[in-house]
T-cell receptor
């Protein structure tokens, strides 16, 4: 039962263009969402988060959009840089459960 | 502040053996969570500890267990190892309040079961 899904295992984007990574969830009780980036041989690093009371959160080149009615969130990276090449995981949490449910990840490759 | 540390970084075991992995959280963090990462499965939640108490656990068999010490350090144990337990085991710490606290991950322990 995959409550958080990242249906695109990989994505290639040209340097300078926009990268859009998508994530869908099934549990309507999720109220906090996060994106993590993971390089090989390292643990995931936190990128950006969004609460269910918002529909957008921005931090520099990274913006996360949340569409609660569609149970969908997306991460936009503008402009994309070669150093952004990594695996990106979305995660969701329900208040009071003390756990995060992660998607299977999307491998982003930014081409120079 | 030092980050989350995990020991050992790499481990090779044979089927039927048991293994103990260790995690030291960021200083001041009282919550420690464990995850298993396998290709195609993403990060699967194992359990979360706060102040030596398990607050939640994922859908893993009883062979997977954990504990947390009074200094917030945590250990994870897997008994009667199976080939399918080969994975990257990640631990993450946070201050321990609500889910909105940011979770910080260690580099992981790569376990190979032969």
């Amino acid at each position: 039962d995959q409550q958080v899904k990242q249906n695109s295992p990989s994505l290639s984007v040209q340097e300078g263009r926009i990268s859009i990574l998508n994530c869908d969830y099934t549990n309507s009780m999720f109220d906090y969402f996060l994106w993590y980036k993971k390089y090989p041989a390292e643990g995931p690093t936190f990128l950006i988060s969004i609460s269910s009371i918002k529909d957008k959160n921005e931090d520099g080149r990274f913006t996360v959009f949340l569409n609660k009615s569609a149970k969908h969130l997306s991460l936009h990276i503008v402009p994309s840089q070669p150093g952004d090449s990594a695996v990106y995981f979305c995660a969701a949490s329900e208040s009071g459960t003390y756990k995060y449910i992660f998607g299977t990840g999307t491998r982003l490759k930014v081409l120079a | 502040k030092a980050g989350v540390t995990q020991t050992p970084r790499y481990l090779i075991k044979t089927r039927g053996q048991q293994v103990t992995l260790s995690c030291s959280p960021i200083s001041g963090h009282r919550s420690v969570s464990w995850y298993q990462q396998t290709p195609g499965q993403g990060l699967q939640f194992l359990f979360e500890y706060f102040s030596e108490t398990q607050r939640n656990k994922g859908n893993f068999p009883g062979r997977f267990s954990g504990r947390q010490f009074s200094n917030s350090r945590s250990e994870m144990n897997v008994s009667t190892l199976e080939l399918g337990d080969s994975a990257l085991y990640l631990c993450a710490s946070k201050e321990g309040g609500p889910s909105t606290d940011t979770q910080y991950f260690g580099p992981g322990t790569r376990l190979t079961v032969l």
